[in-house]
């Protein structure tokens, strides 16, 4: 291809985003394919001979376009927000057109100092303290692996140098929520730290995290002769947005020695807000933090922002320095491939900068006031309207509720029946999304408000198929839809 083509196809392949966009709205959230549907229509084997990217809009528009779900749609309330704003789509594509490869400063000087100082900017806006210091990786999984691995070498004074945990004759011990985010338990095993050494503690009503059962199984642990190591709180929890006691937790690890890390992936962006920062009271005493930018705040994915106080022990834990890679300006620069587990890495502080230029703080802090508005709107029709129920409380955008017809009350086989039908019947109708999950036993209908263009008029369409299809699962099963 060259660029006569380039140009071409690109004006073509930007219409054709820009027009998806402005119809989004029409189309059925949840793609309604069935299993190999998008596979059967591509060939078994590769062209032998380039044809070009003369119909690859058509392309797009017949096999790749019916087998989305459109997170960025008005009716997505599943999983969390995942927005790719419009802005952050063109940071991806000046990032993809210069090809940059960013491990070392002297690899792309621009792609360090740009990351550095947007994730400066993002410092600033949570409000963090400047002892603080960001790198951007690609998912809050691979900054929270990255932090149990700063643990353990904290704990067992840089076993790695020696014969790693394998030697370790006193085992070292992770703590986190029994609601904490998957990635803390399948972190923990790929760090070498074994199942029998993770504690996932009890919560409370609220679902956060018991500080006293916290200290409870730090003691039982060093009676054992056990180290603990590492606890996980957690800023809205990933079924609840439950906010864990930092400050509480923050004392203990000061207390035990343990390394404090604050998963904050998706709450992180309300801290944009100032009155949003008491949740999480107590950050400024972590060892690390992550919040993505690639949920809320609208940064297309891949884009997680890592926070560390003490940025040295994270490069001795993480670096590699063979004589190819060596620079003259290593000792006046930072080379991003030492924050992080790969070598390689994109330009991604592109999109977060075009993001941030283009909405400002401001426009920003106007959309989350939005959704927590709405989230809130929805929450007390809920409170209000007999036969509905919420099963955790709503400090952000998530709520947790189900209906508990009076027939049914009491009898959780049915009622967990009857809720996973009205989710399929909102589902398969196709202006909303919603992902249904078990909260402790009990099925819930599970409402994450976040997505770019929603309005409160799309929350409240939400509130009346709700209502509409609660009364229908009770008078008939869901429809087939062959």
């Not at 063109?90 to 000087?109: R, V």
């Not at 949570?126 to 951007?136: A, D, K, Q, S």
């Not at 864990?244 to 937790?249: A, F, T």
């Amino acid at each position: 291809m060259n660029t006569d083509e380039f140009r071409r196809t690109g004006h073509e392949l930007i219409e054709w985003i820009a027009t998806y966009r402005e119809r989004m709205e029409s189309l059925p959230v949840m793609s309604p394919v069935a299993p190999g549907d998008v596979a059967r229509q591509l060939p078994t084997e590769p062209p032998m001979k380039g044809a070009g990217l003369d119909h690859i809009v058509q392309d797009l528009e017949r096999i790749v376009l019916p087998g989305i779900t459109h997170w960025n749609h008005p009716g997505f309330f599943a999983y969390f927000p995942s927005n790719s704003d419009l802005a952050s789509v063109l940071g991806d594509l000046a990032c993809a057109g210069l090809g940059a490869q960013g491990m070392s400063w002297q690899t792309s000087p621009a792609a360090t100092e740009v990351e550095d100082v947007v994730m400066d900017w993002l410092r600033q806006m949570l409000g963090l303290p400047e002892t603080f210091t960001g790198v951007i990786q690609d998912s809050a999984s691979s900054a929270n692996f990255c932090a149990l691995l700063c643990a353990r070498e904290r704990s067992t004074a840089f076993g790695q140098t020696r014969g790693g945990m394998q030697w370790e004759e006193e085992p070292c011990v992770v703590y986190a929520s029994s609601q904490a985010h998957s990635s803390i338990p399948k972190g923990a095993l790929l760090a070498g730290f074994g199942k029998e050494h993770l504690r996932l503690i009890e919560t409370d009503e609220n679902h956060a995290l018991r500080v006293d059962l916290l200290e409870a199984a730090i003691q039982a642990d060093l009676s054992a002769g056990r180290v603990p190591c590492a606890v996980v709180a957690a800023v809205g929890t990933t079924a609840t947005t439950a906010l864990d006691d930092v400050r509480g937790i923050a004392d203990l690890a000061a207390e035990y020695g343990l390394w404090l890390h604050v998963d904050a992936a998706l709450a992180g962006t309300a801290m944009v807000l100032p009155e949003c920062r008491w949740m999480w009271e107590g950050s400024e005493a972590a060892d690390s933090i992550v919040m993505n930018p690639h949920k809320w705040m609208g940064v297309g994915f891949d884009c997680s922002a890592y926070f560390v106080r003490d940025p040295e022990h994270l490069i001795r834990v993480m670096s590699t320095n063979p004589s190819y890679l060596r620079t003259a300006q290593d000792g006046e620069v930072r080379n991003l491939r030492d924050w992080g587990i790969p070598l390689g890495r994109r330009f991604r502080a592109l999109k977060l900068w075009f993001q941030l230029q283009d909405l400002g703080v401001e426009g920003l802090q106007r959309r989350i006031r939005r959704d927590l508005d709405n989230a809130q709107w929805l929450r007390e029709q809920v409170a209000a309207t007999p036969e509905w129920e919420l099963l955790a409380p709503v400090p952000l955008q998530t709520l947790c509720l189900r209906h508990v017809p009076a027939e049914l009350a009491g009898d959780e086989v049915a009622l967990a029946a009857h809720n996973l039908a009205i989710v399929e019947r909102i589902n398969r109708a196709g202006h909303c999304y919603l992902t249904p999950a078990v909260l402790k036993g009990q099925q819930m209908i599970r409402v994450s408000i976040g997505s770019t263009p929603t309005e409160k008029r799309h929350v409240e369409g939400l509130w009346q198929e709700l209502q509409l299809q609660a009364v229908a699962s009770l008078q008939g099963p869901v429809a087939s839809s062959a």
